[in-house]
């Protein structure tokens, strides 16, 4: 891959640039000090990746990940020193489009560079989910049938995303009241480092409780759930909330499938599930999954997606029931918790 990288600290610049060149199979394509010579530099030449740094001069990494796929769309991780005081913009950034955040490596005692290896690990999993593979026939997913609408258990919206979500997702729970009537569970493509600062910002946007996920927590109503680790967040038959790490070659952490799926087998009622922007195809399979067990099921339009590839794939499978604006899916989820409240 040829790979960009975006930062005024020259100490960053070079750390980056060490790992990059140690790396068979990547190399820098070029060095921007600050967005807007980023934005300039994307337009005549546009790298595989870019490695996008926060606070920056001139312009910051959120304005310029902005411009950047707005003219010259590419793959974009940003790269930050100060994840808990700009998780704001981190978020910022990835609802403009960029695909994950990860620290900023830094030079150790001796010359070595420490936080290297996380950063390979995004990137190589970046050209894995950046690669033109064609659509592939999706396996068959065997399902337990739901039980009829067990006391106790609340009505439940389930929302995948990736590329873009953040923004998104802020959007749609700032319409929902404090008491909408149903759970909400997200699966977000983001790293664990950023979950709990993703559930923080999501808290500030919206009148719902916002939690972190964790291990055994039970779903209850009108709190939003976000998962919050690389392992899977699922669904367990005692109807419970869990992590798994399988499968564990699959690129896409946390991903959507896996819930999704599990909730198609041990949910015991249907419901309303999304899938919003994102690349490649989680989501897809297990969007299928849970139309077949009569959820209604929504993905996001094309002209609204950062990257159509979620949405898309799921509508190549015909997962899907609506196919919807954010301003759509706002209104469906509302619809939603207005019957809840007559049943």
Not at 86 to 109: I, Q, R, S, W, Y
Not at 319 to 326: D, F, H, N, Q, W
Request: hydrophobic share 45%; charged share 20%; proline share 7%.
């Amino acid at each position: 891959m040829r790979i960009a990288i975006v930062n005024d600290l020259m100490m960053a610049v070079e750390a980056l640039r060490r790992v990059i060149s140690a790396a068979p199979g990547h190399e820098v394509a070029w060095i921007a000090l600050n967005g807007a010579e980023a934005v300039e530099k994307c337009r005549t030449d546009r790298p595989d990746l870019i490695l996008m740094d926060l606070i920056m001069p001139v312009m910051d990494g959120v304005q310029a990940t902005a411009e950047i796929m707005r003219h010259s769309p590419c793959p974009i991780l940003v790269v930050t020193a100060t994840v808990e005081g700009n998780a704001g913009k981190v978020f910022e950034a990835m609802g403009h489009g960029a695909l994950d955040a990860v620290c900023t490596p830094n030079f150790a005692p001796g010359g070595t560079v420490d936080g290297g290896a996380e950063l390979m690990k995004k990137i190589n999993t970046i050209a894995i989910l950046t690669r033109n593979t064609p659509a592939e026939k999706q396996p068959a997913v065997a399902l337990a049938q739901p039980a009829p609408r067990p006391e106790g258990l609340p009505p439940l919206i389930a929302i995948g995303a990736s590329t873009g979500g953040p923004r998104v997702l802020a959007d749609l729970l700032t319409v929902l009241p404090a008491r909408p009537g149903a759970a909400i569970v997200i699966v977000q493509h983001v790293d664990s480092q950023f979950a709990s600062g993703l559930t923080h910002w999501l808290d500030s946007q919206c009148n719902m409780q916002v939690k972190l996920a964790s291990e055994n927590m039970v779903i209850e109503n009108d709190t939003v759930y976000v998962a919050g680790t690389n392992d899977h967040l699922v669904l367990g038959p005692d109807r419970c909330l869990h992590y798994t790490a399988e499968p564990r070659d699959y690129p896409y952490r946390p991903s959507v499938d896996e819930f999704f799926t599990s909730l198609a087998r041990h949910w015991g009622r249907t419901g309303i599930a999304v899938l919003l922007t994102g690349m490649g195809r989680d989501g897809a399979r297990g969007l299928l999954a849970l139309r077949r067990a009569g959820w209604h099921t929504i993905t996001q339009d094309e002209a609204t997606c950062i990257v159509y590839g979620m949405p898309r794939a799921a509508a190549e499978l015909d997962a899907a029931v609506e196919i919807l604006s954010p301003d759509g899916i706002a209104t469906a989820l509302l619809k939603f918790a207005g019957c809840l409240s007559s049943e």
